[in-house]
């Protein structure tokens, strides 16, 4: 926990894509959303994760072609010279859930349930 506070203080600023952060910008309810109405743009919402979004294509067909992509033009060094493929479940490469935003204080006891509403689909 102290590594990953560390390097998301320090080093790491991650953020969706410009052209995701777009589409974002036209239809924000694609973002996860807090009961007070704070949008966490790190994050699509699980709910648009089979919405054509991206010029008729969505976030789960981008993100198969991606994968499949690096299968692809790698395929000669998996196994010898890249011998493991970490993914990152959230931004900054950590599994982190959009209740726990970077940048909002969440140290109050329970606060992180009081984020974890969002607007679905």
């Known amino acids: 926990m102290f590594l990953t506070r560390f390097l ?3 080093f790491l600023q991650v953020s969706l894509p410009t052209w995701v952060l777009e589409v974002a910008e036209q239809n924000p309810d ?3 959303t807090d009961r007070e109405g704070r949008r966490n743009s790190e994050y699509l919402s699980f709910g648009v994760d089979h919405l ?3 010029q008729g ?3 789960l067909q981008i993100y198969r072609d991606f ?3 690096f299968r692809e033009t790698f395929s000669s060094e998996l196994g010898s010279t890249i011998v493991e493929v970490i993914v990152g479940m959230g931004p900054a490469g950590e599994l982190r859930y959009p ?3 970077q940048g909002i204080d969440t140290t109050t006891p ?3 349930k009081r984020r974890g509403w969002e607007i679905m689909y």
Request: hydrophobic content about 35%.
């Open 52 to 54: 054509p979004l991206f």
């Open 30 to 32: 694609v973002l996860f």
């Open 67 to 69: 994968m499949r992509s």
């Open 110 to 112: 329970n606060d992180w």
């Open 8 to 10: 998301r203080r320090y």
């Open 99 to 101: 209740s726990y935003p």
């Open 57 to 59: 294509r969505t976030p």
